[in-house]
């Protein structure tokens, strides 16, 4: 339930709402707009009538949140959600285009690809460490080492890193180096992954499953959402359909759907959405036309001899291209392509 306070509701009578709430055994969820302060009252609320916080003081109204996901919901929160992440804001004006190789294969290579993706204009880098592979005697990731060259990469380049994290026992390690962590595809349901890192409060790229509806989707961001971490981000990636000429489906529908339902950032991966190098830049342009708030991109400098994804991923070159021609559709969407410590403009480096 969303108690919604009158404007000029005083900060004694927002704390006075949170007291009865929690009296009623729900949890509380604090939404501080600009004009408007939403209190969520959390859990068991059916049987608990309107009407007890309707008559506290600074009390507007009431409502009910008719969806099963709650905090995600753009009913309890009708703003955009927009945060910062190393120098640039996900969810507000900046698109944010995510870009590295699928797996870090050595220190060289990464830091190479770090470099060539920021000069292209990206503002992060991603990689991944432990990697999901449909058989288990696929390369499975370097692990810490790989974590030690992303750090690296980022001392070097000022990109955040975005990695991949596959189970709970990897947290800790994973916290200290990260900036973003990705739940990936294949974990979307793993709640117990979903729950431990809702209690940390470091940014989360929530991937979307390989058959999971969008309102699955949106279920899983509640999980994160309702451990306190408030910084969620989605990522269509592609869903399983009958079609077999590319590795997924882009459910491009998902974009302005998602944008509809949820406040939170939605960012689309071309790279698995299509499984083909040559259909990522149509995708990429599509998903900013669209309305995403960003994308997450695979790139390697040698594709050919990539250890995992390697169809995929774009060379250097081939991501710069996209990055110019998402940089005008981004103009028309009255956006602007996020960018770390450099100077990207749509008419190139300034
Ligand atoms: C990845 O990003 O490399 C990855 C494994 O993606 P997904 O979880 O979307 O398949
Ligand atoms: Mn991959």
Redesign the pocket.
Known sequence: MMIIMKPNATPQQVENVITHIKAAGLSVHLSQGVETTIIGAIGETHNIPTERFEVLDGVQEVQRITKPYKLASRQFHPENSVFPLDGFTVGGEEIAIIAGP??VEGRTQIIETAHAVKEAGACAL?G?VF??RTSPYSFQGLGEEGLEYLAEAREQTGLPIVV?IMSQTQLDLMVRYVDVL???????QNFNLLRAVGETRTPVLL??G?SATIEELLMSAEYVLSGGNKQVML?E??IRTFETATRNTTDINAIPVLKSLTHLPVIL?P??ATGHADYVAAIARAAIAAGADGL?V?VHPDPANAA??GKQSLKPEAFANMVKQVGQIAQIMERRLAVVHGAYTPHGWA
């Open positions: 699928c797996s991603r991944g990697k999901p991949e990705q739940i990936g595809a294949r974990n979307m991937k979307r390989l990522c990636r592609g991966d790279s698995h997450i695979e995992s994804d």
